[in-house]
């Protein structure tokens, strides 16, 4: 029986300052089934792309939930890796726009 790897996967809210936003990983095993974070998957969160001068600043890079600051206009991308005990892995990615007049989730 081959391990199938988990199904990474996020959600990303925005809070009440405009250049902060909750990332909240919604990943599950190869079932669909919730994981529990711990003996079964491990979650890696990481900034995959920033545009010139900008910057990201992650309050954790393990967890459920962990909240991004953005500085600086541009396309940012965001990386969630999710493994489980066995090794097996996926990845995913969602990009977030920050512009002067407003933001949003692409």
Known sequence: VSN????????VSSTFNPAIFTLTSTSTDSNSSPYVLGSLV?????????PAGGSVQLSSTTGTQVNAEFYGSGLYTIELTATDQSGASSSTTRNVYISESGTSVL
Do not use: E, G, H, I
């Not at 790897?5 to 959600?11: M, N, R, T």
């Open 42 to 50: 491990t979650l890696a969160w990481s900034v995959a792309a920033v």
């Open 4 to 11: 199938a790897p988990p199904l990474a996967s996020f959600q």
